[in-house]
């Protein structure tokens, strides 16, 4: 299907049934995972907004959420390094099951902050769920307990991703061409 938005200068890499076919599938086994346990899901703010607003509705399971916020790349296609805190959590995640979900892992930093920092809240788990993983970009070894794709090392927008904060509202995955 053609995207309607945007056409000129995107092309699509996963189309929205994609998208939603495989959130289903994270969704089951995350529901199967986590029965019994004390579910609270880390939204990291802003890029896996949608993402986990989809998902969230495929658990089955009582479950609390929670928001982060992280910048780590002002307006440009390229990680600064510098990690900028946006928002905090504002509930314990002390004894808790904590499911972070994200949407991109590219060079593996800013997740490995994210655990780095939830972990000192000692939590009883931490797992980790992401829509994308870039596998080519990886700087250092993380563990994607859910991962929805793994992609190439391309810049892509769309489904709660921006470039310089525009994309986000797409319903699908592109790459700017
Ligand atoms: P990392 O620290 O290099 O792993 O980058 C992770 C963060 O950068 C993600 O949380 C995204 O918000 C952002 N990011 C990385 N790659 C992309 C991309 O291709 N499109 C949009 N945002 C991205
Ligand atoms: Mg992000």
Redesign the pocket.
């Known amino acids: 299907m053609k995207p309607k938005e945007y056409k000129e200068n995107l092309k699509v890499l996963l189309s929205e049934e994609m998208l939603q076919r495989r959130i289903q599938e994270l969704g089951a086994k995350i529901t199967q995972d986590y029965k019994g346990k004390k579910l609270v899901i880390v939204c990291?703010l802003k890029?896996a907004f949608m993402f986990c607003a989809d998902l969230i509705r495929h658990i089955y399971l009582p479950l609390s959420c929670d928001f982060f916020g992280v910048a780590?790349?002002g307006d440009s296609t390229k990680?600064s390094g510098i990690l900028q805190t946006t928002l905090d959590v504002s509930s314990s995640l002390e004894g808790k099951d904590v499911l972070i979900v994200?949407?991109?892992?590219?060079?593996?930093?800013?997740?490995e902050h994210l655990q780095r920092y939830f972990s000192s809240k000692n939590p009883k788990s931490i797992k980790l769920c992401s829509l994308l993983l870039k596998p080519k970009s990886l700087k250092q070894k993380i563990q994607v307990d859910y991962c929805g794709f793994e992609i190439g090392d391309e810049?892509?927008?769309g489904y709660g991703?921006?470039a310089a904060q525009h994309y986000r509202n797409l319903k699908y995955l592109a790459v700017l061409t």
């Open positions: 990291i890029g780590s790349y990680s994200e949407d991109v892992v590219d060079t593996g930093l800013t997740i810049f892509v927008v991703m921006d």
